[in-house]
Nanobody
């Protein structure tokens, strides 16, 4: 059974940073592409970033490019998202997901609130 558990969310001021983590189990994490997706209040699911298996390529949405960094630690079955220069519009529930895009399995999510 695929299990994804996100952590690291919280309340941060604009311009601040947070690091999200996602602990994965129940599948072959090291050979699976992974993504971070988010859902802002009243909006649909948005793909934020993806990373290929085997330490391959990464991708970012235009809204977070040059501010967020995705990484993975296959030995710990963990996915990360370093979020810098946070903006109020980054406020959302953040989910890690299997695959590249919006169609994979997701965890329960972690709330990120950017507010002064």
């Amino acid at each position: 059974e695929v299990r994804l558990v996100e952590s690291g969310g919280g309340l941060v001021q604009p311009g601040g940073s947070l690091r999200l983590a996602c602990a994965a189990s129940g599948f072959a994490f090291s050979t699976t592409d992974m993504s971070w997706v988010r859902q802002a209040p009243g909006k649909g699911l948005e793909w934020v970033s993806g990373i290929q298996s085997g330490g391959g390529g990464t991708g970012y949405s235009a809204s977070v490019k040059d501010r967020f960094i995705i990484s993975r630690e296959d030995g710990k079955n963990t996915l990360y998202l370093q979020m810098n220069s946070l903006k109020t519009e980054d406020t959302a529930v953040y989910y890690c997901a299997t695959g590249w895009g919006l169609r994979g399995a997701r965890g329960q999510g972690t709330q990120v609130t950017v507010s002064s």
